[in-house]
């Protein structure tokens, strides 16, 4: 069973600087794609980003690009989301997610960690 477990939300300042974390378990990731999705209150799930686990490919939404970069720590098995120049509007709960690389759809998901930037 994969499990996802989120940390590393928070409150910080616009301008300010977080680090997430995803420890992903259950089964081998080397052919899952990982990706961090988030929810605004009021709003629908967005794209924030992804990474091809196997080549380190990685996928940004325009919002984030170039402030947020996404990782991967094979030993751990581990997905980091590392968030600068954070504004209010990225503000929300952030969900790590995991599919199989070429398959439409991200079939699982963690619990989420709530991020609030403050201006």
């Known amino acids: 069973q994969v499990q996802l477990v989120e940390s590393g939300g928070g409150l910080v300042q616009a301008g300010g600087s977080l680090r997430l974390s995803c420890a992903a378990s259950g089964r081998t990731f080397s052919s899952y794609s990982m990706g961090w999705f988030r929810q605004a209150p009021g709003k629908e799930r967005e794209f924030v980003t992804g990474?091809?686990?196997?080549?380190?490919?990685?996928y940004y939404a325009d919002s984030v690009k170039a402030r947020f970069t996404i990782s991967r720590d094979a030993a751990n098995n581990t997905v980091y989301l590392q968030m600068n120049s954070l504004k209010p509007e990225d503000t929300g709960v952030y969900y790590c997610a995991a599919k199989a690389e070429y398959s439409g759809s991200y079939d699982y998901w963690g619990q989420g960690t709530q991020v609030t930037v403050s201006s």
């Open positions: 990474i091809r686990w196997s080549s380190g490919r990685t």
